[in-house]
């Protein structure tokens, strides 16, 4: 089985979308889908610097649509249907248009709402994020905890995201759990999945309710648990909730194998989600959509299994 998985804030980079505007249709789509949020989606992501592309109410309505531009190239190119999908943190939003729970406008109007909630509420104290890389997860959580830290992406693979103030990201720098290699800041402007982004959720659910969700058209995996979800309601609510609780990535990647995944593809911005698979999924494939050099290799990913 062949699961699409779209990747979180912190994976853009300047310019990342400028080739996928190429594409016949996707500089009109994107221009569409701009009007409709209010947000000049070609410009921040092909001319903006990374400090701007940082911002929280810009990054992540540029993720989603370069998710959806991406992964609707590969259904192009192939005729492609995966076997399950899913999305790391804002990729779930990304995630809910691949599976048809939500139209690809409807995705971005709600990021669109979904990022400025949780710029305000980043707003209120300085916060930020960074990914512990090594050590044991059990005394790496109890290690924050003990700082006054949270465990806001537990992403497998040796890798934990701690998430607080400015000032217990310092400590952490200084005081790292044992076993671990190292501490990296991450392009994040908040702290996110934690109690800090309270309220976001309110304003997120208001926005929701003006949301008509479809069912799942296809096995959807949640990152607050790893389950699968089988209503569109319900993959709604807790794309509500999410923006104040952990994303348990780990269990998602559980749920991968025991589902018989053989291959996963990462929708644009790609190579974080992958980079994860390769450490805990060995033996199953995994590419990167980076830019449309990769469709190609994509094709041929998605060919073999539907051979097999």
Same mark, same amino acid.
């Given at each position: ?14 310019? =990342? ?61 192939? @005729? ?17 248009? =691949? ?58 693979? @040796? ?32 702290? =996110? ?32 648990? @790893?389950?699968?979800?089988?209503? @569109? ?76």
């Amino acid at each position: 089985m062949l699961v699409l998985v779209a990747p979180g804030q912190g994976a853009q980079t300047p310019g =990342f979308l400028t080739p996928w505007l190429e594409l016949p249709g996707a500089a009109d789509r994107v221009a569409a889908w701009s009007d409709a949020i209010a947000l000049d989606l070609a410009h921040y992501g092909t001319q903006a610097d990374a400090d701007a592309i940082r911002d929280t109410a810009v990054a992540q309505p540029l993720l989603v649509a370069a998710g959806i531009l991406s992964a609707s190239a590969l259904d192009e190119a192939s @005729g492609f249907t995966p076997g399950a999908v899913a999305g790391h943190s804002v990729g779930e939003i990304t995630a809910a248009s =691949f599976a048809g729970v939500l139209d690809d406008t409807a995705a971005l109007t709600l990021v669109r709402r979904r990022g400025l909630a949780m710029a305000d509420a980043a707003a209120i104290t300085e916060t930020g994020m960074s990914a512990l890389l090594g050590g044991d997860p059990e005394v790496s959580v109890a290690h924050l905890e003990k700082l006054g830290l949270t465990p806001a992406n537990v992403n497998g693979a @040796g890798q934990i995201v701690a998430a607080g103030t400015l000032e217990q990201l310092a400590a952490l720098n200084e005081d790292k759990p044992e076993g671990v290699r190292k501490v990296v800041p991450l392009k994040v402007a908040g702290a =996110f999945h934690t109690h800090h982004m309270a309220p976001a959720v309110d304003a997120l659910a208001k926005a929701a309710a003006d949301l008509t969700p479809a069912d799942p058209k296809v096995t959807y995996v949640s990152n607050k648990d @790893g389950r699968t979800v089988a209503t @569109g309601a319900e993959v709604l609510e807790r794309l509500v909730g999410q923006v104040a609780n952990p994303v348990r990535w780990d269990l998602c990647m559980e749920t991968f194998k025991e589902l018989g995944a053989t291959a996963i593809i990462e929708v644009s911005p790609g190579g974080t989600l992958v980079g994860l698979a390769k450490r805990a999924l060995p033996g199953v494939k995994t590419l990167a959509l980076k830019t449309p050099d990769d469709l190609d290799a994509a094709r041929e990913l998605i060919a073999e299994h539907a051979a097999a």
